[in-house]
């Protein structure tokens, strides 16, 4: 059953997760409403945190296009190597990934976009950022 959902959740992956650039209604097709609506700060960024599944994801939009992504479990769980891989590729836009050899980070191959690892809250957190 486990390898059945894992397998599951790579064939869906570019699919089951937004991607840098998607506008508003992309990312509501994908995770709902959200559970906390921000508005714009002064920069005019506004900030969405949505929950979908076993997931708290918060999402920057400038002009109403992602700008940056953030993925944490809500059970507060380390990440596995397939949420990693599905996770990247939602957001490779077809292109692939170069992994620092040193630590838990990626940059995409046209360096339009990089994602590492970092704990918030107490919870490993993906976060991926626009270049």
């Known amino acids: 059953m486990l390898v059945l959902v ?3 959740g790579i064939a869906l992956g570019s699919h089951a997760f937004a991607a840098l650039g998607n506008n508003e209604n992309e990312i509501a097709d994908l995770f709902g409403k959200p559970v906390n609506e921000g508005f714009p700060d002064k920069r005019g960024i506004t900030t969405n945190t949505y929950q979908k599944g076993r997931y708290i994801i918060l ?3 400038l002009r109403h ?4 992504e953030s993925y944490a479990r809500v059970d507060k769980e380390e990440f596995s190597q397939d949420e990693i891989s599905g996770l990247l590729a939602g ?3 077809g292109l ?3 992994k620092n050899p ?3 980070e990626w940059n995409r191959e046209d360096n339009k976009a990089r994602a590492w690892m970092e704990t918030l809250s107490g919870r490993p957190t993906l976060l991926f950022e626009a270049q």
């Open 91 to 93: 957001n490779s836009n």
């Open 96 to 98: 692939g990934w170069t």
């Open 6 to 8: 894992v397998m599951s």
């Open 65 to 68: 296009l992602s700008l940056a």
């Open 59 to 61: 999402v920057q939009f």
């Open 102 to 104: 040193d630590r838990l």
